[in-house]
């Protein structure tokens, strides 16, 4: 039931493909992601944090394939699973840990942590389907006042439980908002197979609305994103939402350490991980940038650790 491509958009990309290569900012920015939740994890597990996270481990492609799509006049909304949107946006690896930890210098004065962050056209909750009714009023003003301008939602594949994600859809198709879904649908919602709770499918779903739908199992940041260049265009231009959906996987816990799924199942998923298939296809540039991230994110670490904590009065 996905809405099939229009003449003269690029294929569907495959996730069969080898990757294209990626120039040095986008690896950059996808091995910051994968260091900084993999330091998260770390920092949790030596008791340093306290509270919960949800690291992005294996959906890191996502926001960076997206990156230059929207610019910093779109708003984007971000879910519990936000450090490699905020990233991917911001390239602001100390404000985020700063916010995580309560250090001085944290993004939102240490108010919000890992889930809740608000800084310019930017702001991610951790209430599930909560941002999408947020985001549809927010693209009902950026068609009046902003015209060419949408706004992006991160959801999960467990989102589509919520009863307030047809609300939205309904009003957002019904007054042709710019507004888009994506949907980073990675098969599981905590513990829960979606498989075992969700029936039908999210392009169904999509298609009640007459929303039109696109879904993708590729990890090539490249090739999503000349395929998604003129999706994203169409919801300015036209305007109207449309759903993107990713099908992808969550190689991490649920949040710290309570993941579900068998070793087999996650042995399974490691091996189709965007940075296994980048790292045997492009060896040489993989290693120095992977080196460099890790390096930089150690020193983040550091720093970061380091600093006093967020004083009432810096907030
Ligand atoms: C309204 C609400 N109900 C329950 C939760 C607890 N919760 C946090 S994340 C999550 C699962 C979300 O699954 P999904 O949307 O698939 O996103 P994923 O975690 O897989 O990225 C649940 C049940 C919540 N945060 N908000």
Known sequence: MTTPPRPGQPAQPDRQEPPG????????????????EQALLRLFADGEIDGTT?????????????????????????????????????????????????????????FGGSQHILR???????????SLPVAVGVARHLKAAEPGR?????????????????????????????????VEHNDIAQSTPTRTQLAGTIAGRA??????HHATQARDVAGIRAWLAPVVERVRSAPRPVVV???TDRLGPHSKGDDTRSPEEL????????YETYAAAYPQQFAAADERQRDLVAEVVHEVSARPPVAWEDR
Do not use: K
């Open 207 to 212: 298609a009640a609305f007459g929303i039109e």
């Open 150 to 182: 949408l706004a992006a939602v991160h959801i999960g594949d467990g989102t589509w439980g919520q009863g307030v994600v047809y609300e939205a859809l309904n009003i957002a198709a019904l007054w042709g908002v710019p507004l888009l879904v994506v």
């Open 54 to 110: 949800h690291t992005c481990l294996g959906q890191e492609y996502i926001p960076v394939a997206l990156r230059p799509l929207l610019g910093s006049d779109d708003y984007v909304f971000s879910n519990h699973r936000g450090h490699g949107h905020y990233l991917a946006r911001f390239d602001d690896p100390d404000g985020l840990l700063a916010e995580i930890m309560g250090r001085r210098g944290a993004v939102c004065g240490g």
């Open 245 to 247: 959906e990713f099908h």
């Open 267 to 274: 042995d399974r998923l490691r091996r189709r991980d965007w």
């Open 120 to 130: 310019d056209r930017y702001l991610s909750t951790g209430v599930q389907g909560e």
């Open 21 to 36: 290569r990626l120039d040095e900012a986008d690896l950059a920015m996808l091995l910051l992601i994968r260091h900084f």
